[in-house]
C-alpha cells in the first residue's frame, strides 16, 4: 500500500507540534513538522492562553505539510489539554480572552459550588473527580466576576473545537474533552442539564458533542490559499491529549482493567481503562475521576500534579541564571540520598507557586522533614512522591474496579525519565512498560486513519503502536525499602 499522510496538531501546556504520520498500512512514522513554545501569558493578573499565536504556528506547520506531503495528505485533527475553554458570540467573535486552568479565579469555586448543589450530586451527574481547574468551576468564576459576557455568549467550545472551528468552521464540542468539563453526565451522554441549571448556567450555549473519529468539515478555502493544503477533510480526534494517548497504549490486553496506564507529561494522568464509568459513594470518596474515551470506553484515572514539580523547580533555577537541562537535573537526583523528604505532590501549594522549590521545601518544613536544598535533592523528593503516589492512585483504583493491576504502561514525554520509570516499578511492585514518547500523536492520527476507513479497531490501533514504536521494561527492585517509605508517604498523606 502506498503511504497515505495524516496531519495532527499537538498542543501541550508547554509547546505545541505540528506533526505528520505516514502509515503504510502497517507502521505508523511520525515527522515532526514545526515545534513551538506554548504556555500561559500575564494579562492584568490573571493568566492566559495566546491562542491567535498558536493558530499563527499552526498555520506555518501547515504550510510546511503542504510543501512536503502535498496530494498524499488524508486529514487533519487537533489535540490539546482539557479543561479551558473559547466562548463565542452569535457572530463567532471570541468574547475575552480565554483564560489558563491556573489562574487563581478557581480558588475558593469548588465550595462556593458545593454550597448550591451538593459535592455528591455534582459526582454522580459528571462522574469527575474535584479540581478547581474543572470548566465548571471557571463558567461559576466566571458567572460572579463577568456575568455580563457570560450573557452574551453563543457557544462554548473546548480549546481543540476551537482550532477545528478555525480549520473548518465546525461548533460541535467532540466527547473526550466534554467529560474533562465537569459538565457532562457519564450516562446520559449528553451535558449534565439538570446540574447545569441548577447553577444557573446558560445551558443553550453547550454545543452538539461528537464522538472522536468524527468528520466535521473540510479545510476553509481562505486556509487552503494560505497553507497551500488541497480541500482536506477536518477529522476530530479524541481531542482530549490524554485520551489520546490512552488510545494509543500498546497493550495487548482487551475488555480488563489488569492493565494500567502513566500518560506523563507535566500532569500524570494515572488509571485504567473501564467499560462504564464507576459512579460509587467509593469513586466519590477517593476523588478518581471517569473522563471518557475512544469507542465509548471510560478513563478511570486521577490527575497526580506530574512533571510539574520538576519543570517547576527548574524554571525557578532559571530565573536565578542557574541552566540545568533535564538530563542533568535527573542525574543529580539519582546521586542525591533516596527517601530523604517526601510530599503530597497534589497538595494545592504546587498547583502555582510562585517558586517551586521554595513550595516543595516549605511543604517538607511544615511536615517536620528535613528541608530539601540541592537540585538533586529537590528533583528527588519530588519524584520519589510522584511514585508513591502512583502507588497510593493505583491501590484505590484497584479496590474500585476488584481487579489486580500486572502491569503498568507509562507512555509520553515523561516516559523518557528512567529514574522516574524505575522509582514506578518499585514503589507500584509491578513491571512498567514505558513508551510511546509520542502516544497522544499516534492516538490522534490513528483514529483519523480509522475514519479513513484503513484501520479497524481501538486493538487494531495499538497493534500498529506496538508494530511502529519500541518499548522498554523495568522490573521492581529494593522492594523492603519502598515498602517503609510508603508506609511513611501514607502518614503524610491529609
Ligand atoms: C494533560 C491534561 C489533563 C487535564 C489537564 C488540564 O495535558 O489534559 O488530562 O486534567 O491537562
Redesign the pocket.
Given at each position: 500500500m502506498s503511504e497515505r499522510v495524516y496531519l495532527g496538531i499537538d498542543l501541550?501546556?508547554e509547546s505545541g507540534r505540528v506533526m505528520a504520520g505516514r502509515f503504510d498500512g502497517t507502521r505508523l512514522q511520525l515527522d515532526e513538522l514545526h515545534r513551538f513554545a506554548n504556555g500561559p501569558t500575564n494579562i492584568a493578573g490573571t493568566l492566559r492562553w495566546n491562542l491567535v499565536g498558536l493558530w499563527k504556528e499552526i498555520l506555518i506547520g501547515l504550510t510546511k505539510a503542504a510543501e512536503r506531503y502535498g496530494d498524499s495528505i488524508v486529514s487533519v485533527g487537533v489535540d490539546?489539554?482539557?479543561?479551558?475553554y473559547v466562548l463565542l458570540s452569535k457572530t463567532n467573535e471570541v468574547l475575552g480572552i480565554p483564560y489558563n486552568?491556573r489562574d487563581t479565579r478557581n480558588e475558593g469555586m469548588m465550595n462556593v459550588a458545593f454550597s448550591r448543589v451538593p459535592k455528591a450530586e455534582i459526582f454522580a451527574q459528571s462522574g469527575l473527580q474535584f479540581?478547581e481547574?474543572n470548566s465548571l468551576y471557571q463558567l461559576l468564576a466566571m458567572q460572579k466576576e463577568h456575568p455580563d459576557v457570560l450573557a452574551i455568549v453563543d457557544k462554548f467550545l473546548m480549546i481543540p473545537d476551537y482550532f477545528h472551528w478555525l480549520l473548518c468552521g465546525s461548533r460541535v464540542v467532540e466527547f473526550t474533552n466534554a467529560t474533562?468539563s465537569q459538565c457532562f453526565h457519564p450516562t446520559e451522554n449528553n451535558w449534565a442539564y439538570d446540574m447545569l441549571n441548577k447553577f444557573e448556567l446558560p445551558t443553550e450555549i453547550f454545543p452538539e458533542v461528537v464522538t472522536p473519529g468524527t468528520q466535521l468539515g473540510t479545510l476553509r478555502d481562505c486556509i487552503m490559499k494560505e497553507t497551500g493544503l488541497g480541500k482536506i477533510p477536518i477529522v476530530t480526534p479524541p481531542t482530549?491529549?490524554?485520551a489520546a494517548a490512552v488510545a494509543a497504549v500498546p497493550t495487548e490486553h482487551t475488555g480488563k482493567a489488569n492493565w494500567a496506564y502513566i500518560?506523563s507529561?507535566?500532569?500524570s494522568?494515572i488509571g485504567v481503562e473501564v467499560q462504564d464509568a464507576i459512579l460509587t459513594d467509593a469513586a466519590l470518596k477517593m476523588n478518581v475521576t471517569n473522563?471518557g474515551g475512544v469507542d465509548g470506553t471510560y478513563r478511570l484515572l486521577k490527575?497526580v500534579m506530574g512533571l510539574w514539580l520538576v519543570q517547576g523547580c527548574k524554571r525557578a533555577y532559571e530565573k536565578q541564571g542557574r541552566v540545568y537541562d533535564y538530563a542533568e537535573l535527573t542525574m543529580l537526583a539519582e546521586e542525591a540520598e533516596p527517601f530523604r523528604s517526601l510530599v503530597d505532590p497534589n497538595d494545592h501549594p504546587f498547583l502555582h507557586p510562585d517558586d517551586m522549590t521554595v513550595a516543595l521545601q516549605q511543604w517538607c518544613k511544615d511536615h517536620s522533614q528535613p528541608v530539601p536544598e540541592t537540585p538533586g535533592q529537590l528533583v528527588r523528593c519530588a519524584l520519589e512522591s510522584l511514585a508513591l503516589k502512583y502507588r497510593n492512585v493505583l491501590e484505590g483504583i484497584q479496590e474500585l474496579t476488584g481487579e489486580t493491576v500486572e502491569v503498568i504502561h507509562i507512555v509520553g514525554g515523561g516516559s523518557n525519565s528512567d529514574l522516574l520509570n524505575q522509582f514506578t516499578a518499585n514503589a507500584c511492585g509491578v513491571p512498567v512498560i514505558t513508551g510511546p514518547v509520542e502516544a497522544t500523536v499516534m492516538g490522534n492520527l490513528l483514529i483519523q486513519a480509522r475514519t479513513a476507513g484503513e484501520v479497524e479497531s481501538l486493538s487494531e490501533i495499538r497493534k500498529i503502536v506496538r508494530q511502529s514504536t519500541e518499548s522498554r521494561r523495568f522490573e521492581p527492585q529494593n522492594s523492603s525499602e519502598w515498602q517503609t517509605a510508603y508506609e511513611r508517604f501514607c502518614q503524610l498523606l491529609k
Open positions: 501541550g501546556a490539546t489539554w482539557g479543561v479551558d486552568y479540581m481547574i474533562t482530549h491529549d490524554t500518560s507529561g507535566t500532569w494522568l473522563e490527575n
